[in-house]
């Protein structure tokens, strides 16, 4: 089993940049594949990057694509979210997640979920 802990969330203008963090404990995440989703006020929980247990492939999802970064950090135990030229519609709550799977743009494959942390993007 797994613990993930967000952070790194807050409140930037559009156009500004913020890294956010999952920091996992109570297992490697080198055996997990990986994801970041996020949950807008009254809007379904989206996929938004992903990364395979190997590390070697990555997803996005298209409006973020060229935008945000996922990357590991195996000796920290942690995966980091880049998210540069945010939006006004990238304001949401973010969470990580891991899972014993490949269908790694479905929440629903996933079997551990941090708390979440907050992105707002002022216009």
């Known amino acids: 089993q797994v613990t993930l802990v967000e952070s790194g969330g807050g409140l930037v203008q559009a156009g500004g940049s913020l890294r956010l963090s999952c920091a996992a404990s109570?297992?490697?995440?080198?055996?997990?594949?990986m994801g970041w989703f996020r949950q807008a006020p009254g809007k379904e929980r989206e996929f938004v990057a992903a990364t395979s247990w190997n590390g070697g492939n990555t997803y996005y999802e298209n409006s973020v694509k060229g935008r945000f970064t996922i990357s590991r950090d195996l000796a920290k135990n942690t995966m980091y979210l880049q998210m540069n030229s945010l939006k006004p519609e990238d304001t949401a709550i973010y969470y990580c997640a891991a899972g014993w799977t490949f269908t790694l743009r479905q929440a629903t494959a996933y079997d551990y979920w941090g708390q979440g942390t907050q992105v707002t993007v002022s216009s």
């Open positions: 109570g297992r490697s995440i080198s055996v997990y594949g």
